[in-house]
């Protein structure tokens, strides 16, 4: 789309009321027009309807005497006559029916035998002259006797007014049967003594539309036939317009009548009306095809060119008429509304005439309004570059530039506040802190006296108390607890929760019920009345999280302006802001909440393993945050400016708990392993020994049996100094397996002497094997008997490591350990003969390894920028001051203070642990003097290990984590040199 070039404000203000004279003339042209239209259109349906309801009354009027006539006729003489001259007897009664109603055309009466006889009124030269009657002649009978089973005797009657015959006629070829005539057998079927009415039609003899009421009695049927020409009469009376058309005619289509009727030759057989499609006027036939299907037409019709006002209406009570009848009513719309299009168009003139004398009025207006207006102009785009430095736009003389200015300026400063005001939430992290900001700014903004931050519970039924606000301080209580489901609860805030929009409450100390709610805000605030604005806080999923409320002192008298739409609007805002501000928190908690139980979780489970671990990860975080703590407080010494915010406290917590998570990798029977030789074995060895004993206690069974009692013992006493060493080897053995502290170079060699006795293997030693096991076993076997030694280092004894278990010298991790060969070496004689503790170089590898998988876990994980140190942190506790700790060989220089102070605390814990089985908890003295040494040699840092002492967290932990029985010293300052 091309850009239009802005005009300037004389021409847009010339235009404008230009275009506000002609927007004003337009609309009222179109209301008046509009209202016209309605008029006019009323006025057509008014009309429509009461030509309706007078057809209807019309026919209505038409019918009613005939009903009665032939109730009266079907219930005397005529209809019990039984033969013709009976019948003819009711002459007079037949007449008398006549006279009374003009409508009705004739009389008659037909027996189920098929006689007829007929009395028409002659009241007219062309009725006479179509029957051929005399010129005085009054009625005409007609008649056919069919009495008997006779065949038909036709004939014609006249008489005169006072029912005297004139002339008869016989008429062979009149042998009319009433028997096949639709209204004779509609009142056979509806039966005696009930009224029936045929359909509208065109009677044979006049030519006029009309219906039949028949009425059986006995085995006669007596009828009438009565004339619907009052209709057409009726349509040329009322005058709509000039050139107005009416039409009647029933549903299916059927002409009874119209305004301007024109003189038409009946139909060739005598009964069927004129249909509209076919008799009609142009315009009436156009319009009954534009019937929709309930009959209905629009107002408005266009026709050749013309407009017509029509109208298509069921007449209310014609139904009687035997066929539901609807009447067509049209009208030229210019001959109705010629008075109003008079109106407009000198409305038209006038209008122009106006804007011409408002041309220098707009000059005017447009250089007065101009100045100011682009003095406005400027601080918008200012406003729109977020600049608000700038001074407030100037007050003018104009009310509506004046009360513009003062909008300007009033947004100027609430955009730049609640800028302000959404910075601040966005930028504070501490989750009380951030809720007292929120009301301290919202209460200020709306210029109340106090409030408070409800949050809705996790289940949702109550809103507890967050933070509240009184008089520019922070309440010592947060508030009251709601319950959310009380119905009209006097709480604001269940209030605005319940109606999930913004409340207003007055308050009275006069109120019992106010007073028990807020009674104690009443005292506070000092005033006897006082309005609550309660809002929903709303997350951006559009869930309640919360309520705001503040807080507004009213006069003790008289009545309270209301607090303001402005107000209330500006507050709702904010408060949308504080919720997502809020709801982002509450997230970030809930997070935390869940990595923190994650946390603890891990460290749980590594504790729950092994019972060599007991409750470790557990009490260093403890201890490690008791002594960043103290350093945090130190005033003096190294640590005296040391400080930690609350993201690096947040890491420390983290590292602390995660320190050990590497060990979820160590298996559990390298962490127990209580003896050199314990380890995951197949047993079927041992059993297989059994067997090799049982093979030999048989034969030895056999050849005591052989050797004889003397034998056996001779025997036995030359054995005897054999057992007795082979009892004393196996007693070193034994206690060898056992460990200590060191294994001197004899015990050594004495172990390889034992080992070197040989014995006689007689059962196939791979029987019984897992698959990995058959794989490590040498081929070809040695065929049995197989010489073994009593102590061996075999092959199969030997686990190779996985590559994928090879650490390269440059690492990305920085690790600078030696790693061993093999993964496991599980051989008798390197087992038995390890020089200290328990665990082989392999296992020892294995225990330390769980540092370098504590960092490789920790460095998978996406730390957050603040939390970046964590595996720093947590994975320094192992390394020593100068340089020769593991796993990446750092000195003190290049650890962090949390590192260093969670070694001390790792160590410190690791000495005090009364929950180890594999060792006792070492006393206080036995502890901080080992940590002393370990000061000496390098390993811990002689700063921290100084402010764990002066600061007295070895005493806190103590009280908190040992036994009284390990706690022997009071004073630690002995240990400091």
């Known amino acids: 789309m091309p850009h239009l070039k802005p005009k300037t404000l004389y021409i847009t203000l010339s235009l404008l009321m230009v275009g506000l004279v002609a927007l004003v003339y337009s609309v009222l042209l179109l209301y008046e027009r509009s209202r016209s239209d309605a008029l006019m259109l009323q006025q057509a349906g008014a009309a429509a309807r009461r030509i309706g309801r007078e057809a209807a009354a019309a026919v209505e009027t038409e019918l009613r005497p005939a009903r009665v006539s032939v109730a009266l006729l079907a219930t005397g003489a005529l209809s019990r006559a039984g033969n013709e001259a009976e019948r003819l007897t009711a002459l007079p009664q037949m007449a008398a029916a006549l006279r009374a109603n003009a409508s009705v055309s004739a009389v008659y ?13 002659l009241g007219d030269a062309a009725t006479r002259k179509r029957m051929d009657a005399p010129a005085e002649a009054a009625f005409g009978l007609q008649s056919v006797n069919r009495d008997g089973g006779a065949a038909p005797r036709g004939a014609y009657r006249f008489y005169d007014a006072a029912l005297r015959e004139l002339q008869r006629r016989d008429r062979p070829d009149y042998d009319f049967d009433p028997r096949t005539r639709p209204w004779f057998a509609l009142a056979s079927e509806a039966g005696e003594g009930r009224l029936v009415q045929s359909a509208p039609y065109l009677f044979f003899t006049t030519g006029e539309p009309g219906v039949t009421l028949a009425q059986a009695h006995g085995g006669a049927i007596v009828g009438a036939d009565v004339s619907l020409k009052a209709l057409s009469e009726m349509l040329t009376r009322p005058q709509i317009s000039r050139s107005a058309e009416l039409l009647i005619a029933t549903q299916g289509g059927e002409m009874l009548a119209e305004a301007r009727p024109e003189r038409r030759t009946p139909p060739k057989d005598g009964q069927a009306l004129p249909r509209v499609a076919e008799r009609a006027s142009p315009l009436m036939r156009a319009l009954w095809q534009r019937r929709d299907g309930e009959g209905h037409l629009a107002p408005v019709q266009l026709i050749d060119g013309h407009e017509w006002v029509s109208h ?30 008079e109106s407009r168009r000198h409305s038209l003139y006038i209008s122009l005439g106006l804007m011409l004398l408002l041309l220098p009025l707009v000059h005017l207006l447009a250089d007065r309004v101009s100045r100011p207006l682009r003095n406005l102009a400027r601080q918008a785009e200012a406003i729109e570059r977020f600049e608000f430095d700038g001074p407030d736009p100037q007050r003018s003389l104009i009310r509506e530039v004046d009360r513009l200015a003062i909008a300007m300026t009033a947004m100027k400063h609430s955009l730049r506040r609640f ?13 009380d802190t951030l809720l007292d900001l929120i009301l301290r700014e919202t209460i200020a903004v709306a210029g109340a006296s106090g409030g408070s931050v409800h949050l809705l519970s996790a289940d949702g039924q109550t809103l507890e108390p967050a933070a509240s606000r009184v008089r520019g301080e922070t309440a010592s209580r947060r508030g009251l607890t709601w319950q959310v489901n009380v119905p009209d609860s006097v709480a604001a805030p269940v209030r605005a929760l319940q109606t999930n929009a913004p409340v207003e409450i007055d308050l009275s100390w006069d109120n019992p019920t106010h007073l028990s709610a807020y009674g104690r805000l009443f005292a506070v605030l000092g005033v006897a009345r006082m309005r609550l604005l309660a809002l929903p806080l709303k997350n951006s999923q559009h869930e309640t999280i919360g309520t705001l409320t ?27 802001t504080a919720a997502v501000a809020i709801d982002n928190q509450l997230l970030l908690r809930a997070r935390k909440a869940l990595l923190e139980s994650f946390i603890q979780l891990v460290a749980g489970a590594i504790d729950a393993k092994s019972p060599y671990t007991g409750g470790h990860c557990q009490r260093v975080p403890e ?18 400016g040391f400080t930690m915010d609350a993201d690096q406290w947040e890491a420390l917590h983290i590292a602390a708990w995660l320190h050990d998570c590497g060990k979820v990798t160590t298996p559990e029977y390298v962490v127990d392993k209580a003896t050199k030789l314990e380890t995951i074995y197949n047993r079927v060895h041992e059993i297989r020994t059994r067997f090799e004993v049982l093979k030999r206690d048989a034969l030895i069974e056999k050849l005591e049996a052989e050797l004889g009692d003397a034998g056996v013992q001779r025997a036995r006493a030359a054995a005897a100094p054999v057992q007795d060493e082979l009892d004393a080897d196996y007693a070193f053995v034994a206690a060898s397996n056992v460990g200590g502290e060191t294994l001197d170079p004899e015990a050594v060699a004495r172990l390889r002497r034992i080992g070197e006795r040989r014995w006689s293997r007689t059962l196939d030693d791979t029987l019984g094997l897992s698959i990995e096991e058959l794989r490590r076993q040498p081929r070809p076997r040695p065929p049995l008997p197989a010489p073994e030694r009593l102590l061996q280092d075999r092959p199969e004894h030997i686990l190779p490591r996985p590559a994928a278990d090879q ?23 390197y087992n038995l003969t390890i020089s200290r503790g328990t665990l082989t170089e392999e296992e020892r590898y294995k225990i330390n390894d769980h540092i370098v998988q504590t960092l490789k876990m920790l460095h998978e994980l996406p730390f957050p920028k603040h939390l970046k140190d964590v595996p720093e942190i947590a994975g320094g506790h192992h390394e020593r001051m100068d340089g020769k700790g593991y796993p990446r060989g750092l000195t003190g220089a290049q650890m962090s203070p949390q590192a260093r102070m969670m070694a001390i605390a790792d160590v410190f814990e690791a000495l005090t642990a009364d929950d180890r089985p594999y060792k006792p908890g070492k006393r206080l003295s036995e502890a901080l003097a080992i940590m002393r040494r370990m000061v000496a040699e390098g390993h811990l840092d002689p700063d921290l290990f100084a402010l764990f002492l002066r600061s007295g967290v070895w005493r806190d932990y103590a009280r908190r984590f040992m036994p009284a029985v390990q706690i022997d010293v009071e004073d630690a300052s002995a240990y400091l040199s």
Request: proline share 6%; hydrophobic share 50%; with cysteine.
């Open 623 to 640: 201890l490690t945050k008791m002594l960043a703590q103290a350093a945090c407080e130190a005033t003096e010494g190294p640590y005296a």
């Open 419 to 431: 800028l302000d005001i959404s910075s601040a939430l966005s930028a504070e992290r501490d989750f």
């Open 550 to 576: 503040l807080t507004f002192p009213l006069m003790a008298d008289g009545p309270s302006a209301p607090l303001g739409a402005a107000r209330v609007a500006f507050v709702s805002a904010l408060s949308g």
């Open 109 to 121: 009466v037909g027996t189920s035998g098929g006689s007829f006889v007929l009395l028409r009124r």
């Open 807 to 829: 650490l390269a010298g440059d690492n990305r991790w920085g690790f600078k350990l030696k790693q061993p060969e093999h993964l496991y070496h599980r051989g008798e004689l």
């Open 312 to 341: 298509a209406l069921p007449l209310q009570g014609a139904v009687e008429a035997g066929a539901p009848l609807v009447l067509l009513m049209a009208a030229p719309r210019e001959e109705l509304q010629a008075f109003q299009i």
